[in-house]
């Protein structure tokens, strides 16, 4: 089912989880014994990223240099159709303009279309400093508002090509949106402005990147519904648990971390962190549920033992 219509059709706000494919090498188990844990809280999607190789370059006597593949991970789509298929659950595979071809990105859409996945997610995905040489047939999306009109286009019956068997995808399209603004916009009118280009573009929802102030999330809906954003935004959450987090996801994501939470950790013992996460993730949720938020959304990477801690009592709220 398309993520706007689990919206429209769930009595309660409903919660969905973001997990990330783990490193080459492990084994898929550890991915669904993370889903299966959280299937008594009854997940509506489970989205899952996608990741460009991490490459490490090194400079040749000659002057040249060499990439090296450092770590990979495995294909965000078979994950997908794993999940899907094995618990029944929506998954939403996430798909970047950087580091695929449009050609790329049309077969990994017929191929999302025929297991029988209805959501995307269309991203740019950071840039890794990487372009692997283009063959002079091949194009690229540069910016999501590229890659969602592909979808659209797709979800017509236009492909890259005309084909005998262009059967119209019908793909529900997600968006990323930043209520402390994306670090490459100038500002924030800006940044909406670039978000209600994919909004117009056809993209049916957004999903924002992490903040630990409810505020930027109340103010970013009205910039955007101020501009004329009618779809859907659904708040991202991030639970904190180690000191270490406090340096490296400002760093990482461009977003703040509010004084008393960051006094609070840092006062606090190691094995104390996860609780002071929790807690303030729970009153976050709280807050925004009761501010009529249309659904929350949990970034918990590989582990969904903090994340029951916080949504069992949501439950019971709701
Ligand atoms: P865009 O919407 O393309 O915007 C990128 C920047 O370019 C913005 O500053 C925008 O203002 C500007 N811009 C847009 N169009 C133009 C234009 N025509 N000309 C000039 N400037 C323009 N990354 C991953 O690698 N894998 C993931 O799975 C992943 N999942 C994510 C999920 C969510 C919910 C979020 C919020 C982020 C995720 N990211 C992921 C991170 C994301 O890829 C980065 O934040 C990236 O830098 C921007 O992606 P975007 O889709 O928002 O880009």
Same mark, same amino acid.
């Given at each position: 089912?398309?993520?706007?219509?689990?919206?429209?059709?769930?009595?309660?706000?409903?919660?969905?989880?973001?997990?990330?494919?783990?490193?080459?090498?492990?084994?898929?188990?550890?991915?669904?014994?993370?889903?299966?844990?959280?299937?008594?809280?009854?997940?509506?999607?489970?989205?899952?990223?996608?990741?460009?190789?991490?490459?490490?370059?090194?400079?040749?006597?000659?002057?040249?240099?060499?990439?090296?593949?450092?770590?990979?991970?495995?294909?965000?789509?078979?994950?997908?159709?794993?999940?899907?298929?094995?618990?029944?659950?929506?998954?939403?595979?996430?798909?970047?303009?950087?580091?695929?071809?449009?050609?790329?990105?049309?077969?990994?859409?017929?191929?999302?279309?025929?297991?029988?996945?209805?959501?995307?997610?269309?991203?740019?995905?950071?840039? +890794?400093?990487? #372009?692997?040489?283009?063959? !002079?047939? /091949?194009?690229?999306?540069?910016? @999501?508002?590229?890659? %969602?009109? $592909?979808?659209?286009?797709?979800?017509?019956?236009?492909?890259?090509?005309?084909?005998?068997?262009?059967?119209?995808?019908?793909?529900?399209?997600?968006?990323?949106?930043?209520?402390?603004?994306?670090?490459?916009?100038? +500002?924030?009118? #800006?940044?909406?402005?670039? !978000?209600? /280009?994919?909004?117009?573009?056809? @993209?049916?929802?957004? %999903?924002? $990147?992490?903040?630990?102030?409810?505020?930027?999330?109340?103010?970013?809906?009205?910039?955007?519904?101020?501009?004329?954003?009618?779809?859907?935004?659904?708040?991202?959450?991030?639970?904190?648990?180690?000191?270490?987090?406090?340096?490296?996801?400002?760093?990482?994501?461009?977003?703040?971390?509010?004084?008393?939470? @960051?006094?609070?950790?840092?006062?606090?013992?190691?094995?104390?962190?996860?609780?002071?996460?929790?807690?303030?993730?729970?009153?976050?949720?709280?807050?925004?549920?009761?501010?009529?938020?249309?659904?929350?959304?949990?970034?918990?990477?590989?582990?969904?033992?903090?994340?029951?801690?916080?949504?069992?009592?949501?439950?019971?709220?709701?």
């Amino acid at each position: 089912m398309k993520v706007t219509e689990l919206l429209a059709r769930s009595a309660s706000p409903p919660i969905s989880y973001e997990i990330i494919p783990p490193l080459r090498g492990s084994s898929v188990q550890q991915v669904f014994d993370t889903v299966e844990q959280l299937l008594p809280f009854e997940p509506p999607f489970i989205d899952v990223t996608s990741h460009a190789a991490e490459a490490y370059y090194e400079e040749l006597p000659d002057g040249t240099v060499r990439r090296y593949s450092k770590r990979k991970r495995p294909g965000t789509i078979g994950l997908c159709a794993a999940i899907q298929h094995r618990f029944r659950v929506e998954a939403i595979p996430h798909l970047l303009c950087n580091g695929f071809t449009r050609e790329e990105t049309e077969d990994a859409l017929i191929e999302l279309h025929y297991l029988g996945i209805r959501n995307v997610m269309a991203l740019r995905g950071d840039d +890794n400093g990487y #372009r692997k040489p283009d063959r !002079l047939d /091949r194009t690229r999306n540069l910016y @999501a508002t590229e890659l %969602v009109s $592909q979808i659209v286009a797709m979800n017509r019956g236009c492909y890259l090509e005309e084909l005998a068997n262009a059967v119209p995808t019908d793909f529900c399209v997600g968006v990323a949106g930043y209520p402390e603004k994306h670090f490459e916009a100038p +500002n924030q009118v #800006r940044d909406v402005a670039g !978000l209600k /280009r994919k909004v117009e573009a056809g @993209a049916d929802y957004i %999903v924002t $990147q992490m903040f630990f102030d409810n505020r930027h999330y109340f103010d970013f809906v009205d910039r955007c519904r101020e501009a004329g954003i009618t779809v859907p935004i659904i708040p991202g959450l991030k639970i904190l648990s180690s000191n270490k987090q406090l340096r490296t996801i400002p760093r990482s994501f461009h977003v703040e971390i509010p004084e008393e939470l @960051a006094a609070e950790i840092e006062a606090a013992k190691p094995e104390q962190v996860a609780e002071i996460g929790v807690e303030w993730a729970v009153r976050q949720s709280e807050q925004l549920l009761s501010a009529g938020a249309p659904s929350l959304h949990f970034y918990i990477m590989a582990c969904s033992s903090l994340v029951t801690r916080v949504v069992r009592p949501l439950r019971v709220m709701a």
